[in-house]
């Protein structure tokens, strides 16, 4: 049996030759248009510059470790999926990834088949995402993600490039608090060394630019001692949690009941697999 042609392209960032092979070979017999990296430098220069709709990442890797990988990609606009390979059993690992902006993880070592499920849901969502026209409303204020740009009315309202990153990365986490750290990591970079003081003064002058009263802030608000959270307007709010962090039981659930390729018996193992691994992730 052959599968239909896929166009979707997926980099796999992993120095081991077999498991690099594997995953690859799996990919493409799936369809997919595969790019191979045996290192994190050049896994990051190959995301930049091939734009894969998904990353494979592995996290230990010569040159540049996945998390710093992961970091600098989404701190510099990639908008493709990120899954991460992780050690069976390393919860730091996830929780790590997780947070230097993965959309998702798969413990190694993996059956064919979750990975393939998996991959599958990661692009659903990016077809979902680029359906929906990134543009966010705070009030009279627009911001339009892909343009990178805010207006109010027809009116460009003049923000830098980082202060625009530094929205784009609060609307990302909307509700949330974003620390000083994170707004470091992500809009300067590991390379820069500002103080935590920098961030804060850029909050004052971007507050400045999207607020009607920067004084009385309605959505940029401070949390003391630790950093920032932007509140979304309400409806929008609820809409953007619904599709938070996915969670894998439900993922391939919802796979098994789409009819997406997963035979039953397959659903069923593959189920059992993430529960124990949830155990043991749970009882650490
Ligand atoms: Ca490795």
């Known amino acids: 049996m052959s599968s239909p042609p896929n166009l979707e392209r997926v980099l796999v960032v992993e120095d081991e030759l077999s498991m690099r092979t594997i995953l690859a070979d799996c990919l493409e017999r799936r369809g997919y248009r595969v ?3 045996a290192d994190g430098a050049d896994g990051l220069t190959r ?3 091939e734009k894969p709709d998904l990353v494979l990442l592995d996290l230990m890797l010569p040159k540049l470790d996945g998390f710093a990988v992961c970091r600098e990609l989404r701190r ?4 493709g999926r990120i899954l991460i390979l992780t050690a069976r059993g390393r919860v730091e690992d996830r929780v790590q990834g997780l947070d230097a902006g993965a959309d998702d993880y798969l413990p190694k070592p993996f059956s064919r088949d979750e990975l393939l499920a998996r991959v599958r849901a990661l692009l659903r969502r990016n077809d979902a995402a680029s359906q929906t026209p990134p543009r ?11 343009a990178r740009r805010a207006l109010r009315g027809d009116e460009e309202l003049p923000l830098s490039a ?3 990153a530094m929205l784009a990365l609060l609307i990302e986490r909307a509700g949330q608090v974003v620390t000083r ?4 990591d992500r809009v300067w970079g590991v390379t820069a060394f500002p103080t935590t003081r920098t961030v804060d003064k850029h909050i004052v002058s971007l507050r400045q630019k999207i607020e009607i009263d920067p004084a009385q802030p309605r959505w ?4 003391h001692g630790t950093g920032y959270r932007l509140e979304l307007p309400p409806a929008r709010a609820e809409a953007e949690s619904a599709q938070a962090t996915p969670d894998p039981i439900r993922m391939l659930q919802d796979l098994h009941a789409n009819g997406e390729g997963l035979h039953p018996q397959q ?3 593959s189920l059992r697999e993430v529960r124990e691994d949830r155990k043991r992730w749970r009882t650490k």
């Open 76 to 79: 510099l606009g990639f908008r």
């Open 267 to 269: 659903a069923k193992s």
């Open 136 to 146: 966010i409303l705070l009030g009279d204020v627009t911001v339009d993600l892909a």
């Open 35 to 37: 790019l191979t990296s």
């Open 162 to 164: 980082r202060e625009f």
């Open 47 to 49: 995301a930049l510059h």
């Open 220 to 223: 940029i608000h401070t949390v």
């Open 181 to 184: 750290e994170d707004f470091l």
